[in-house]
């Protein structure tokens, strides 16, 4: 996890009791979950790993309950349909949840979703732009309170009106 990262999602961070959904959530480099301490997680994955609860493909399989709070860090950049997964975080969010979502922005340099590495023979890679991003999540009915290119990073926050 880089420092940008930690820095958007401490914005929208709680101590509040809650329940988690982490899309994209095998631990590559870090993540930033420990940023709201009183919430039970559960972390969704395409690959088994470190931290991950349940291996499934967040474009399809969209069925696990609803959350608090819905974090997607660093994952659509490497996901052709991202589109899915913001329809996958929406419909996952409680009345009243947060979704948090960094992902690389227009400019940033290609990197793999697999290794820390380079990119990978296969591997899908397409920077996202803030406002493709903020029309995908008011497009499945969320209020998009921030959404945001800063330096080379995509970041958005949105929620579920109660």
């Excluded at 958007?8 to 940023?35: M, S």
Aim: hydrophobic share 40%; glycine share 12%; net charge negative.
């Amino acid at each position: 996890m880089h420092d940008a990262v930690a820095d958007y999602c401490t914005r929208w961070a709680t101590d509040a009791p809650g329940t988690g959904l982490d899309l994209g959530g095998r631990d590559l480099n870090g993540h930033p979950r420990g940023l709201w301490p009183a919430t039970r997680w559960l972390a969704l994955d395409l690959r088994p790993g470190p931290g991950v609860d349940i291996v499934a493909d967040a474009t399809t399989d969209r069925d696990h309950g609803v959350y608090d709070v819905v974090l997607c860090t660093e994952v659509l950049e490497h996901v052709e349909n991202w589109a899915a997964i913001v329809a996958t975080a929406a419909r996952s969010l409680a009345a009243g949840g947060r979704l948090v979502i960094t992902c690389a922005g227009p400019g940033r340099a290609p990197h793999s979703g697999i290794t820390a590495a380079g990119i990978t023979p296969g591997e899908w890679y397409r920077n996202v732009p803030h406002d493709d991003l903020a029309d995908a999540l008011a497009g499945h009915g969320l209020v998009v309170d921030d959404a945001r290119q800063t330096g080379f990073d995509t970041q958005a926050a949105a929620r579920k009106e109660a």
